[in-house]
Structures are given as C-alpha cells and as structure tokens.
C-alpha cells in the first residue's frame, strides 16, 4: 500500500473513530505486506476487539487473499461478535491499487452490545416479537484462534465429527478450509493434518481434489 494512500486512510479512520467515540473500532489491513499473518498496519480504538498494530488477519482478509483482484464486493453493516461476547456492527472495504488489484482493507467495527441490549427491552416493553438475529461472525484476536476457528466451521460444514469422516467428508473440509484461505497461514498444514488425522501426502492429494471440484463448479 503507497505511503500517501495509507496517510489519506489514517486520517479518514481517526475522523471516524471521534465522530462515533470509543466503541468505535477502524482498523487498516495492508494486504501487500510479505507476512500476511500480520496484515494489521493501523488500529484506533483496539481495545474493543482487543487487537494491535501487527496482529493478524480476520475471515473477511483471509478470503480476499485467497481470491485476489476477483469480484469481492464491499461487505456493509453486518454483524461480528469479539471472543469475550461484544456484538458488533462491521463494514468492511476492499482498496484497490491503480491496477484494480486488492491492496489493503478498511475496516469498521461499532459495539453495539449495549443498544442491543436496550432494543431488547424496548421491543418487549411495547410487545413486539423481535426478529430472531442472525448469526454474528467471530472476530479472532491472533493467528492460531482463527486457525481452530476454521477448522471448527469446517466440521461444522460437512456436519460429522472429524473421528466419524469419511474420505469425502474430510475434502469437503479442506476445500472449505482452502476456500476460505486457510492454507495462506503459516504453518496451517502440520496442524490441519493433525485435527484430521491425515499425513502430509494425503493433505496435498486432498487439496488437489479439492481445487479439481472447484473448477469444476466454475465450469
């Protein structure tokens, strides 16, 4: 990411992060970094997630990674939830380079555990059923949490428990977890094969299966 762009970004954060006050997390991701395990390059208002400049990627970074320049699309107001339960309201824009390609993200995360909370008691008061939430999607403070936290999504996927998997069920796994970038971390591969009980041999030959079925869903 070119030094000015990255100027104009901070600056554009810090103006957001007063305008909304302390709940209000912006974090940048330089995405052109060489140790993408540590793509955070700029973070006000860490403590409501609990990050800090030089900690890792979330889901929404490891995917743009795994895809690239693709078509992912900015992804505004939804819901994530940090480890210890905070509900947050997140917008997450991709930055583009004068190429086109994904050079870095700019992220927003406002904790709106307690006006959740509030909303609650509001709707009840006045008696109105309140529409069942959807599911937030967690925010990992490092590496090794958004690792287990793949893993347990991709057994929550196929809907077996890892002891009962049968060959197809554990692609079905690892073609989640390549999807979802998994393999761009850092030694992911020793403990992948360890969680599914598999050598290394049979994790590449998996993966091939795997990237084969995507490209023919592509097809």
């Known amino acids: 990411m070119q030094a000015n762009h990255l100027d104009f970004y901070k600056r554009l954060g810090h103006a957001i992060a007063l305008q909304f006050g302390e709940g209000c997390e912006v974090v940048i991701h330089d995405l052109k970094v060489k140790d993408p395990d540590h793509s955070i390059v700029w973070i006000e208002n860490g403590h409501v997630t609990g990050r800090k400049v030089g900690d890792g990627p979330s889901h929404v970074v490891l995917e743009a990674l795994h ?22 309201k997140s917008s997450t824009v991709f930055l583009r380079d ?16 307690m006006l959740r909370a ?6 009840w008061l006045c008696g109105v059923e309140p529409a069942a939430p959807s599911e937030p999607e967690p925010i990992v403070r490092n590496i090794a949490d958004l690792l287990d936290d793949l893993l347990a999504q991709s057994v929550e996927l196929v809907g077996t428990p890892v002891t009962l998997m049968t060959k197809d069920d554990k692609v079905r796994a690892i073609r989640y977890l390549n999807d979802a970038g998994a393999f761009l971390i850092t030694k992911s591969g020793p403990k992948v094969c360890k969680y599914f009980g598999i050598s290394k041999y049979t994790l590449y030959s998996y993966l091939d299966e795997a990237k084969s079925m995507s490209m023919d869903d592509d097809s």
């Open 118 to 123: 509030a909303q609650g008691t509001i709707q």
């Open 67 to 88: 895809a690239g320049s693709g078509e992912l699309a900015d992804r505004l107001s939804y819901l994530t939830k940090t480890a210890s339960g905070k509900i947050l």
């Open 98 to 113: 004068s190429s086109g390609e994904i050079s870095g993200i700019f992220a927003i995360n406002f904790d709106i555990t």
